[in-house]
């Protein structure tokens, strides 16, 4: 028998799947405290429901449509009262979703915040630019550069999850990691779906050593750190901004799950010759790491598992990175490190 629910009013956002994710449910909370809504992240209390979805990899996908039916039984039950779904899945099986979950109240796709919004009863409020409500521990904070991939990788879903390459201002970035200092983040770990591809639509260039340059001049931030960059087309110069700005770490963080040139032909993927070229050159031009007198740190190295390895430069800070030295509160998965 459905019972009704007793607290009212307060919606909990249930975030799966890669770092990409973790940042869009905080704009989207942001935007919801704007509206003055009450709202908490993975939290118990919640009359309304809102998940976020991955569905890059197989087992991602079962554990976002487990994590829909356990709450649409929970509506069902009376302990909530709407459940609302978006993200990668969502916006990937939105018919099949609709059909065999008829239940949930709502789909919606990646691209759709302004409707999602509307649904809870709250306004898009395009001013909002770097309003977050973080859901990282305070000292570190992810920053998305960018949104989508133009890659027509054959293996690849995620243009058609997140769109085309779509980069974000330079100066909106700046005044988001301003306030991110304000509220005392320490890290800003830098995630688009290709950082290497930062620019490109905007400056007509790849433009992410500009973007670095920036954002080491925004006080109160440390340490910024790359996560994903393609190795074909890699920006030079931005092994320049690593050499010479103290703040950038001397890591980049490089799928080569692809480096065989018969596998990647198959697989669709550009420009996969220079991928060879450019990790022997990344390596030859990257900093020795910086001693801030202890011996914690790590040499350069490629670590190879299994089909993915990421070329590692050395990351040099004195004591372990702030989101490394807790490595619980740092989302890490495979559907991270895919997209």
Known sequence: MRTKSIKKNKINIVTLGCSKNIYDS???????????????????????????????????????????????????????DKVFVTGCLSERYKPDLQKEIPNVDQYFGTRELPQLLKALRADYKKELVGERLMTTPQHFAYLKIAEGCDRP?????????????????????????????AKGVKELILIAQDLTYYGLDLYKKRDLARLLRELVKVEGIEWIRLHYLFPAGFPEDVLDVIREEPKVCNYIDIPLQHISLRFDKRGHRSDRQSAHGQSDHGKSQTPEPRHHGSSEHESCRI?????????????????????????????????????
């Open 303 to 339: 670590a190879v598992r299994h089909w993915d390895a990421r070329l590692r430069l050395g990351c040099r800070p004195q004591v372990r990175s702030h989101s490394e030295s807790n490595p619980a509160s740092t989302p890490g998965s495979a559907a991270q490190a895919s997209g």
């Open 153 to 181: 990788c054959s293996f690849c879903a995620i243009p058609l999850m997140r769109g085309g390459h779509k980069s974000t201002p330079v100066e909106d970035l700046v005044i988001e990691a301003k306030k991110l200092a």
């Open 26 to 80: 905080e704009v989207l909370m942001g935007q919801l405290k704007a509206n003055g809504k009450e709202v908490g992240h993975e939290t118990d209390d919640g009359n309304i429901v809102v998940i976020n979805t991955c569905g890059f990899i197989e087992n991602a996908k079962q554990e976002s449509i487990n994590t829909i039916l356990d709450f649409v039984e929970k509506k069902e039950e009376g302990a909530i």
